[in-house]
C-alpha cells in the first residue's frame, strides 16, 4: 500500500483556466511546511526583479514564522508576539501585491480564498493568547 500521494500528471487537471489547487490527498500540513522551505531557497536565487524580491519576502515570513513558532514555547513573549505579527503584515502584503501582478497579467495565480482572512484573526486574535502553532 502506498502511503503517499500518486505522481502529479497535467492530464489530470480538470480545468486548466482555474487556479491551482492542493488538496488534503496532494499534501499534509507537515508537507507543506517542510515544502516552504525549499521554496525560500528557490526564490532567494530568483531576486533579479521586483516581482522576485517581493516572492521571497513572502516566503521568507513564511518560513520565519515557522521558525519562530517552533523554537517560541506554548505562548509568545512580547517581543516573539511582535515579530509573529510583522511577519503575518509581511506575508499578506506580499501575497496580495503577487495577486495583483498575476491578476494584470492575466495569470490564474495567487488565489486568495475569503477563509484566508483567518491569517489575520491568528496573528491579531489568537497569537496573544496562544502560539498558534
Request: aromatic share 12%.
Amino acid at each position: 500500500m502506498q502511503d503517499v500521494a500518486p505522481l502529479f500528471k497535467a492530464s489530470s487537471l480538470k480545468d486548466a483556466d482555474a487556479y491551482p489547487q492542493w488538496s488534503q490527498n496532494s499534501a499534509k500540513a507537515n508537507q507543506i511546511r517542510h515544502m516552504a522551505y525549499w521554496m525560500q531557497r528557490e526564490c532567494k536565487q530568483r531576486v533579479g526583479t521586483e516581482y522576485g524580491q517581493v516572492r521571497a519576502a513572502f516566503w521568507g515570513a513564511i518560513v520565519a514564522q515557522d521558525v519562530l513558532c517552533r523554537r517560541a514555547g506554548m505562548f509568545f513573549t512580547d517581543g516573539e508576539l511582535d515579530e509573529f505579527q510583522k511577519l503575518t503584515k509581511i506575508a499578506l502584503d506580499s501575497y496580495n501585491y503577487l495577486a495583483v501582478k498575476a491578476y494584470e497579467n492575466n495569470e490564474k495565480l495567487y488565489f486568495m480564498p475569503p477563509k484566508a482572512h483567518m491569517y489575520d484573526h491568528i496573528a491579531l486574535d489568537q497569537a496573544p493568547q496562544i502560539n498558534p502553532r
